[in-house]
């Protein structure tokens, strides 16, 4: 199985404030790996740092065999890393089908053109389509994503993320805040993702975690405390204690 | 001798730019807020204090009228306009030029065309010899009177509780609204010291640069060549651009004085292009 | 994606034409010159609505591109003895260019910051004109630029003539920027206004689309400003200041930033009005700095947002929140773009 993304003794430190300390960890084709920890953990400085939003202050990140850890973000997208974010980062007053062209054309050469108009080019349109009609969205592709209802702003986050196809997915917290009813949804939606790709989950609900994932890993206070299968995690004394408590 | 006036001068506009450039600075820091009427206040400053000790004869009577009357049209201008505009930059830049054209055409309505001068009072008037260097007094004035204000700016900033709490707003004005700092009422003092010097500055400057309809403009040039070079919100960038614009302008006017601004312009280029956000800045 | 909305603006614009085609035979030739003016802001205006409403980048130093091609081109001519188009061309070059050497140092920056340094350039660039007095005139400008020697029809030293013959450029650089609009690179420019990190996530580049942006700004300020150099006959340092920056970005607000025809139509009604108006009071200046803040405390959404308002409570709806943010962004954008 061949590497997708590898991560060695990376670290962050803002200040006097150490948020990420030596992790390592590799991540094959196809694989789906929870991140939980409680918060403060350094989770999202993790992935901040993964897709080149913050640079480290140490150690060496490794996309598809290449050295990214200087590399600017939008470089690291073009080798096929896609994310989402925690606190809804969409393009609000922009419509539903215009949120989600963008990142349809996002590594298309086609972004570059300024001389003809979008709404001409077919392909992107029908690709569009084919992302929002699962989720109910195509009807209102015309409405800004602002007056959509968190929920559904939430299925356009994915959505988005999904678009240019990457290879390697980062999802932030993706069920959060969302009622019960919503979380299946964007439950079912992650389970269907192809196995092609690499997943990294940063998840609280516990249900949608254990299930998903290959494999786990704790973090605390910005280290690895636990990796592992999912049952072996469960029943971990450590995890239990630190994170899981005995609530 | 020539080089020696030409320092002189480039040193005593450097600290007058000071005066301007640390309020611009402060401002911005604190508020984030481009005060577009920053160079008014200097030109209010100079037109009432020349006013005032004209008709007084009185120098400190002068400077005590361009310091009030800017210090209250800061704190209006702050308290009845920006402050509702909290955070929306387009709004309070507007709101800024509004005030900028109001009183340029204002101070024409009353003052005129015609450049006024204030006269050097006697006590301050011809030079002071030094061991074969010969320094204008005025001007040696105006650098140790900006000096004396600028180290107590240092010193209100660094060891006073009121300091830190502009510093701290400086660095992120939410986090330090989050830890208790009356972050309007902070923005209310800057609005009034920063329009304070640089109404101060309008009526020192009088004596040697004049004051005419335009003015407000050349000054708040060179004010933002001295916060982009020196980087905002710091103190010592600000002394620091402060003094190379004064120096820059001078020397460039003195050797080539057609295009004396490229000898700031240049450097302001260039440190954008390396260091963004100034020599001093972070 | 609006079709609909583009359908219905069919008709608007055939209206647009006919009007200013009309001007020509019907209007005074008072009026004429105000309607070349209001065509040269117009598309000034256009111009930097694109940084401005588009890609949410507020440049306050737009008039430099603007005054440096209008110095450019009027330098040529007078100086040199340069023909029309040779120096019209040379006049947009250089003002374009002076757009991609500020745009190195600004397209990294947003927010307060971006208006700032925009600010700084175009201060320092117009200072610099009004200090290089053998070259640009000083204080006294440039006067006797003479009109072009052309004939299209109808010969444009006859303000009619060039009235036309603004009429035709504005109208093809009108097109060219509703063509750059719609385009897949008009719409990265609004995907970098609402959310330039997730452009940057998602792959674009957004450094390079904001250098772009920039140029291109500059480019059409510049073919705005040869369109006023050889209207007027005149260039000077009040060409370059501050106070033309903020005017113009007074006519994208006042028309509604992001609106695609919103700053030609406050273009033209401050151009009218500051010619109207001066003609009755010495205290234009005062007229307009109230008009700024004005604008600010009542309308801040501009023409634009007052068709929305209109339309809405038409239709019945509740009084809505206008999107004044589209309009005014807030410091908060001031995370910058990478470093």
């Known amino acids: 199985m061949s590497i997708r993304l590898r991560l060695e003794r990376v670290a962050r430190r803002f200040g006097g404030l150490q948020a990420v300390v030596d992790f390592s960890l590799t991540a094959s084709a196809g694989e789906r790996i929870a991140i939980i920890g409680p918060n403060g953990a350094g989770k999202t400085t993790l992935f901040n740092l993964i897709s080149g939003e913050l640079a480290p202050t140490g150690g060496r990140i490794e996309l598809l065999g290449r050295d990214v850890t200087r590399m600017p973000p939008h470089r690291r997208a073009a080798l096929g890393l896609g994310r989402t974010y925690q606190l809804t980062n969409l393009f609000p007053r922009l419509s539903v089908l215009e949120n989600t062209l963008l990142a349809v054309v996002a590594l298309r050469p086609m972004r570059y053109v300024a001389w003809w108009p979008l709404a001409a080019y077919r392909d992107p349109l029908d690709r569009a389509q084919a992302l929002l009609a699962p989720l109910g969205l195509w009807e209102r592709r015309d409405d800004p994503v602002a007056e959509l209802s968190y929920g559904e702003q939430r299925q356009v986050e994915i959505a988005l993320a999904m678009a240019p196809g990457p290879t390697v997915l980062l999802l932030d917290e993706p069920t959060s805040g969302l009622s019960a009813a919503e979380t299946r949804i964007v439950h079912a939606l992650l389970q269907g993702l192809p196995r092609t790709i690499t997943v990294l989950l940063i998840e609280h609900d516990m249900g949608v975690a254990f299930d998903l994932a290959d494999r786990m890993v704790v973090m605390h206070q910005g280290r690895i405390l636990a990796e592992d299968t999912p049952e072996a995690v469960r029943r971990n004394p450590r995890v239990q204690e630190i994170y899981l408590g005995s609530a | 001798m020539f080089w020696i006036t030409l320092v002189a001068n480039g040193v005593a506009f450097g600290m007058l730019l000071f005066l301007i450039g640390s309020g611009l600075s402060l401002i911005f820091g604190v508020m984030r807020v481009v005060n577009l009427a920053h160079g008014s206040y200097y030109l209010i400053g100079a037109y009432l204090g020349t006013g005032v000790a004209a008709a007084t004869n009185s120098f400190l009577l002068g400077i005590a009228a361009g310091v009030v009357a800017t210090m209250l049209l800061g704190v209006v201008m702050q308290t009845a306009f920006l402050e509702r505009f909290g955070g929306?930059?387009?709004?309070?830049?507007?709101?800024?030029?509004?005030?900028?054209?109001?009183?340029?055409?204002?101070?024409?309505?009353?003052?005129?065309?015609?450049?006024?001068?204030?006269?050097?009072?006697?006590?301050?008037?011809?030079?002071?010899?030094?061991?074969?260097?010969?320094?204008?007094?005025?001007?040696?004035?105006?650098?140790?009177?900006?000096?004396?204000?600028?180290?107590?700016?240092?010193?209100?900033?660094?060891?006073?509780?009121?300091?830190?709490?502009?510093?701290?707003?400086?660095?992120?004005?939410?986090?330090?609204?989050?830890?208790?700092?009356?972050?309007?009422?902070?923005?209310?003092?800057?609005?009034?010291?920063?329009?304070?010097?640089?109404?101060?500055?309008?009526?020192?400057?009088?004596?040697?640069?004049?004051?005419?309809?335009?003015?407000?403009?050349?000054?708040?040039?060179?004010?933002?060549?001295?916060?982009?070079?020196?980087?905002?919100?710091?103190?010592?960038?600000?002394?620091?651009?402060?003094?190379?614009?004064?120096?820059?302008?001078?020397?460039?006017?003195?050797?080539?004085?057609?295009?004396?601004?490229?000898?700031?312009?240049?450097?302001?280029?260039?440190?954008?292009?390396?260091?963004?956000?100034?020599?001093?800045?972070? | 994606m609006s079709r609909p909305a583009t359908r219905r603006a069919w008709p608007v614009l055939g209206a647009l034409v006919v009007a200013a085609l009309l001007v020509v035979v019907a209007a005074p030739t008072y009026y004429v010159n105000l309607a070349v003016l209001a065509l040269v802001y117009s598309l000034l205006a256009m111009s930097l609505n694109l940084l401005m409403g588009y890609a949410g980048l507020t440049s306050f130093g737009h008039a430099a591109f603007f005054g440096a091609a209008a110095y450019a081109?009027?330098?040529?001519?007078?100086?040199?003895?340069?023909?029309?188009?040779?120096?019209?061309?040379?006049?947009?070059?250089?003002?374009?260019?002076?757009?991609?050497?500020?745009?190195?140092?600004?397209?990294?920056?947003?927010?307060?910051?971006?208006?700032?340094?925009?600010?700084?350039?175009?201060?320092?660039?117009?200072?610099?004109?009004?200090?290089?007095?053998?070259?640009?005139?000083?204080?006294?400008?440039?006067?006797?630029?003479?009109?072009?020697?052309?004939?299209?029809?109808?010969?444009?030293?006859?303000?009619?003539?060039?009235?036309?013959?603004?009429?035709?450029?504005?109208?093809?650089?009108?097109?060219?920027?509703?063509?750059?609009?719609?385009?897949?690179?008009?719409?990265?420019?609004?995907?970098?206004?609402?959310?330039?990190?997730?452009?940057?996530?998602?792959?674009?580049?957004?450094?390079?689309?904001?250098?772009?942006?920039?140029?291109?700004?500059?480019?059409?300020?510049?073919?705005?400003?040869?369109?006023?150099?050889?209207?007027?006959?005149?260039?000077?340092?009040?060409?370059?200041?501050?106070?033309?920056?903020?005017?113009?970005?007074?006519?994208?607000?006042?028309?509604?930033?992001?609106?695609?025809?919103?700053?030609?139509?406050?273009?033209?009604?401050?151009?009218?009005?500051?010619?109207?108006?001066?003609?009755?009071?010495?205290?234009?200046?005062?007229?307009?700095?109230?008009?700024?803040?004005?604008?600010?405390?009542?309308?801040?959404?501009?023409?634009?947002?007052?068709?929305?308002?209109?339309?809405?409570?038409?239709?019945?709806?509740?009084?809505?929140?206008?999107?004044?943010?589209?309009?005014?962004?807030?410091?908060?954008?001031?995370?910058?773009?990478?470093?």
Request: glycine share 12%; charged share 10%.
């Open chain 3, 73 to 339: 081109a009027g330098i040529l001519s007078l100086r040199y003895g340069v023909p029309f188009w040779p120096a019209a061309a040379a006049g947009i070059a250089v003002g374009t260019l002076l757009g991609a050497a500020y745009g190195i140092l600004v397209a990294g920056s947003r927010g307060v910051y971006f208006l700032l340094i925009t600010l700084a350039l175009g201060q320092v660039t117009w200072g610099l004109t009004l200090r290089w007095v053998s070259m640009t005139g000083g204080d006294n400008g440039l006067p006797g630029i003479t009109r072009p020697d052309l004939w299209l029809g109808w010969p444009l030293a006859d303000v009619r003539g060039y009235y036309l013959f603004a009429l035709l450029i504005a109208g093809i650089c009108v097109a060219l920027l509703a063509l750059v609009v719609a385009s897949p690179f008009g719409h990265a420019l609004r995907g970098i206004r609402e959310s330039p990190s997730r452009m940057r996530t998602l792959g674009y580049p957004v450094w390079g689309y904001a250098y772009a942006a920039f140029v291109v700004s500059a480019f059409f300020a510049s073919v705005a400003g040869v369109l006023y150099v050889y209207y007027n006959g005149f260039v000077s340092h009040q060409n370059m200041q501050i106070a033309v920056s903020a005017q113009v970005a007074l006519m994208v607000i006042i028309g509604g930033a992001g609106s695609f025809w919103g700053p030609a139509a406050g273009a033209t009604l401050l151009v009218f009005m500051q010619n109207l108006l001066s003609s009755v009071t010495q205290r234009w200046m005062s007229v307009l700095g109230l008009l700024y803040i004005v604008v600010v405390l009542y309308q801040p959404s501009g023409l634009a947002g007052l068709v929305t308002q209109i339309r809405r409570r038409r239709a019945g709806r509740p009084e809505e929140r206008v999107a004044t943010p589209a309009v005014l962004p807030t410091a908060g954008d001031r995370n910058g773009w990478g470093r």
């Open chain 2, 88 to 282: 929306q930059i387009l709004a309070q830049v507007l709101l800024t030029m509004g005030f900028l054209l109001l009183l340029a055409d204002l101070s024409l309505w009353v003052w005129g065309g015609t450049p006024q001068i204030l006269a050097i009072p006697d006590a301050l008037s011809g030079s002071v010899r030094a061991g074969g260097f010969v320094f204008p007094r005025y001007r040696l004035f105006i650098s140790l009177l900006s000096a004396l204000v600028a180290l107590a700016l240092y010193l209100v900033l660094e060891r006073t509780r009121l300091g830190a709490q502009v510093r701290a707003a400086v660095d992120d004005p939410e986090m330090a609204q989050g830890l208790g700092v009356n972050v309007p009422r902070l923005s209310t003092a800057m609005f009034a010291l920063g329009a304070a010097l640089a109404g101060l500055a309008g009526v020192l400057g009088s004596p040697i640069l004049g004051v005419f309809p335009g003015a407000d403009l050349e000054i708040l040039t060179l004010a933002l060549a001295v916060v982009i070079i020196g980087g905002l919100g710091s103190f010592p960038g600000t002394l620091v651009g402060s003094l190379f614009v004064g120096l820059a302008d001078n020397i460039g006017k003195a050797l080539f004085p057609e295009l004396s601004y490229i000898a700031f312009f240049a450097p302001m280029a260039l440190i954008l292009a390396v260091r963004p956000r100034g020599l001093f800045g972070r």
